[in-house]
């Protein structure tokens, strides 16, 4: 299976701010990636499909980049409400894979 | 609307069996590529199994002949038979239906929490 690494595992930012999560995997993916949001005590919910494309009602200011082996999640503008973990996942082969998660704190 | 709701979680002792249930609303689940996340407390999410429209079942190693997932096409479910449970099998178990491509998981259902505890 393939292995997802994010960084960094908590992420401290403020209002306003831009700020980026990484997801590293372990080996070349012929796939697309997508990350989702979870708040706390709530399902995660999707927010980026297919590497950059947004889901449907998901905010501007996330966007989402990369190919290979290096992924990436911004937000640009930090708001009260993106409090909350973020996990990139991809599915290859027969199986699904998680990266382990980002908290961010604001 | 798709909605998805999970039942069947519970206190169960090491070696129990439990069978999780998810009742689909807004779309017929033999029609979609429906599966199971499951997430322990306070850690990461994990992907645990996923049947195709056709049938075809696929298992993450660590559940791999101890869960069975089917669907009910009377009833509308996707279903969690989990026998031989252990410890580190205690999480929230969501229900998620893969999205068209089965590339990611694009509705969720709230959870339902499975403890496996003496």
């Known amino acids: 299976d393939i292995q997802l690494r994010q960084v960094p595992s908590t992420l401290s930012a403020s209002l306003g701010d831009r700020v980026t999560i990484t997801c590293r995997t372990s080996?070349?993916?012929?796939?697309?990636v997508a990350w989702y949001q979870q708040k706390p005590g709530k399902a995660p919910s999707l927010l980026i499909y297919?590497?950059?494309t947004l889901e449907g009602g998901v905010p501007s200011r996330f966007s989402g980049s990369g190919s290979d082996t290096y992924f990436t999640l911004t937000i640009n503008g930090l708001q009260t409400d993106d409090l909350g973990t973020y996990y990139c996942q991809l599915c290859s082969g027969q199986s699904c894979s998680f990266g382990q998660g980002t908290k961010l704190e604001i | 609307e798709v909605q998805l709701v999970e039942s069947g979680g519970g206190l169960i002792q090491p070696g129990g069996s439990l069978r999780l249930s998810c009742a689909v609303s807004?779309?017929?689940?033999?029609?979609?590529?429906m599966a199971w996340v499951r997430q322990a407390p306070g850690k990461g999410l994990e992907w645990v199994s996923v049947?195709?429209?056709?049938?075809?079942?696929h298992y993450a190693q660590s559940v791999r002949g101890r869960f069975t997932i089917s669907t009910d096409a009377l009833k509308n479910t996707v279903n969690l038979q989990m026998d031989s449970l252990r410890a580190e099998d205690t999480a929230i178990y969501y229900c998620?239906?893969?999205?068209?491509?089965?590339?990611?998981?694009?509705?969720w259902g709230q959870g339902t929490l499975v403890s496996v505890s003496s």
């Open positions: 080996q070349s993916v012929p796939t697309w």
């Open positions: 297919k590497t950059s």
């Open positions: 807004g779309l017929i689940v033999n029609r979609y590529y």
């Open positions: 998620v239906r893969q999205s068209l491509d089965a590339i990611c998981f694009d509705h």
């Open positions: 049947i195709y429209a056709g049938g075809d079942a």
